[in-house]
């Protein structure tokens, strides 16, 4: 996006990738569908130590610009749940669309092409008043000069796709603070002997809310052999801070409270009642580590007192449990954290203190929610930076 942006501006632009096949994570995302963007994006759906830093660049490219795009070159696309777009073909058409674009702006591209050293001068003012080339890269496919040099090398999530720290290890040759790096949209995992008794229950898949702070979502929860999945897992993982228990609402939909009471006179068993809602296999284990944490036990519910079924009530409504940690970058999605955005300029994604440096995408401190948001991000930073160098 940066580079065919910079190129329509009549600019001299090479991209230089280490990968051996042009941009891996558009092919394997959205079920090799490419969920491209969201339709309601907003400042709001991203994770930064500095929230208010991604607005600039949102809101001068929109998913409606990046819909345009697809449009000119007539690829289909679709609408999924909370306003995520897919294309109707396989991703690699998206990847193609971008690479054409890329071509006919004159952009030459490399590949697969290692980067060595990075050398930098600062500007020197030329013969009428221009600027001296400042950054020099020596590659495996000869040396390239330029007055910009813009890094776009993602995050740490998914190494099977090329992913690598290099853009991190620039940032520090340069002086550029980095924030705490960690796995976003990534499923969390339980110590193995408090995940025994959920373990056999793999694939059970639940509607919840789930609440760390003051973000909830509510999506699929899925039970994996080490913990826990799914959209509603994923996206709280990125705000999830270690130690710390989750807060997930087994029922959103039900006031637990008016339903037990209404059942005093039932004489069925508490883990047969909640059926009509759980998977009989979840409702028994969930029933029976109640008994064991709280001591109500799995009874008939005639046989509840009113401090019983609000133990229950508050169980089910607030079930509280604390990952022992998450399943690592080889399952995350994004990486959260990044180059410190304080040093960046909002604008123009330019560095403050080195000027001519740009850093965009995943390798910044900003991390979209779940559903299509990174990719926006990824043509927002994307299109600030390339019309700016």
């Given at each position: 996006m940066c580079a065919l942006q910079a190129g329509q501006r009549g600019r001299s632009v090479v991209l230089l990738d280490h990968a051996k096949?042009?941009?891996?994570?558009?092919?394997?995302?959205?079920?090799?569908?490419?969920?491209?963007?969201?339709?309601?994006?907003?400042?709001?759906?991203?994770?930064?130590?500095?929230?208010?830093?991604?607005?600039?660049?949102?809101?001068?490219?929109?998913?409606?610009?990046?819909?345009?795009?697809?449009?000119?070159?007539?690829?289909?696309?679709?609408?999924?749940?909370?306003?995520?777009?897919?294309?109707?073909?396989?991703?690699?058409?998206?990847?193609?669309?971008?690479?054409?674009?890329?071509?006919?702006?004159?952009?030459?591209?490399?590949?697969?092409?290692?980067?060595?050293?990075?050398?930098?001068?600062?500007?020197?003012?030329?013969?009428?008043?221009?600027?001296?080339?400042?950054?020099?890269?020596?590659?495996?496919?000869?040396?390239?000069?330029?007055?910009?040099?813009?890094?776009?090398?993602?995050?740490?999530?998914?190494?099977?796709?090329?992913?690598?720290?290099?853009?991190?290890?620039?940032?520090?040759?340069?002086?550029?603070?980095?924030?705490?790096?960690?796995?976003?949209?990534?499923?969390?995992?339980?110590?193995?002997?408090?995940?025994?008794?959920?373990?056999?229950?793999?694939?059970?898949?639940?509607?919840?809310?789930?609440?760390?702070?003051?973000?909830?979502?509510?999506?699929?929860?899925?039970?994996?052999?080490?913990?826990?999945?799914?959209?509603?897992?994923?996206?709280?993982?990125?705000?999830?801070?270690?130690?710390?228990?989750?807060h997930i609402n087994l029922l959103p939909g039900c006031d637990m409270a008016t339903l037990l009471d209404e059942q005093k006179g039932s004489k069925k068993l508490l883990s047969n009642f909640l059926i009509q809602w759980f998977p009989k296999s979840f409702s028994d284990v969930w029933c029976a580590q109640l008994a064991e944490k709280s001591g109500v036990e799995n009874k008939p519910l005639n046989q509840y007192n009113d401090k019983q079924r609000k133990q229950i009530t508050a169980a089910l409504h607030d079930w509280q449990i604390t990952p022992s940690g998450t399943a690592g970058y080889n399952k995350a999605e994004v990486t959260c954290g990044g180059i410190d955005t304080r040093a960046l300029s909002s604008k123009t994604m330019e560095c403050i203190e080195v000027p001519g440096l740009y850093f965009i995408g995943e390798v910044v401190d900003v991390t979209g929610q779940l559903g299509g948001y990174n990719f926006q991000w990824a043509w927002a930073s994307g299109y600030a930076a390339g019309q700016a160098v």
């Amino acid at each position: 996006m940066c580079a065919l942006q910079a190129g329509q501006r009549g600019r001299s632009v090479v991209l230089l990738d280490h990968a051996k096949k042009l941009a891996e994570k558009i092919r394997i995302s959205g079920g090799g569908h490419c969920n491209f963007t969201n339709i309601n994006t907003k400042p709001e759906n991203f994770v930064s130590a500095n929230p208010d830093f991604c607005r600039s660049a949102l809101a001068r490219y929109t998913p409606q610009d990046f819909i345009a795009l697809l449009q000119k070159h007539s690829i289909g696309y679709h609408e999924k749940t909370l306003g995520q777009l897919f294309g109707d073909d396989e991703a690699e058409v998206i990847v193609a669309m971008l690479r054409d674009e890329c071509d006919a702006a004159g952009v030459k591209r490399f590949m697969s092409c290692e980067i060595g050293e990075i050398k930098h001068t600062p500007y020197a003012p030329e013969v009428g008043g221009g600027k001296k080339a400042k950054f020099y890269v020596s590659t495996s496919r000869g040396e390239f000069e330029a007055v910009s040099l813009v890094v776009a090398t993602g995050g740490l999530s998914i190494p099977k796709t090329g992913a690598t720290p290099f853009g991190y290890h620039v940032a520090e040759q340069f002086g550029i603070p980095i924030t705490k790096l960690k796995p976003g949209l990534v499923p969390l995992t339980f110590a193995p002997d408090d995940w025994k008794p959920y373990a056999d229950l793999t694939g059970v898949s639940l509607d919840v809310t789930v609440s760390f702070g003051k973000q909830s979502f509510r999506e699929n929860m899925l039970v994996t052999h080490r913990g826990l999945s799914g959209p509603a897992i994923l996206q709280i993982s990125s705000y999830w801070q270690h130690g710390e228990p989750l807060h997930i609402n087994l029922l959103p939909g039900c006031d637990m409270a008016t339903l037990l009471d209404e059942q005093k006179g039932s004489k069925k068993l508490l883990s047969n009642f909640l059926i009509q809602w759980f998977p009989k296999s979840f409702s028994d284990v969930w029933c029976a580590q109640l008994a064991e944490k709280s001591g109500v036990e799995n009874k008939p519910l005639n046989q509840y007192n009113d401090k019983q079924r609000k133990q229950i009530t508050a169980a089910l409504h607030d079930w509280q449990i604390t990952p022992s940690g998450t399943a690592g970058y080889n399952k995350a999605e994004v990486t959260c954290g990044g180059i410190d955005t304080r040093a960046l300029s909002s604008k123009t994604m330019e560095c403050i203190e080195v000027p001519g440096l740009y850093f965009i995408g995943e390798v910044v401190d900003v991390t979209g929610q779940l559903g299509g948001y990174n990719f926006q991000w990824a043509w927002a930073s994307g299109y600030a930076a390339g019309q700016a160098v």
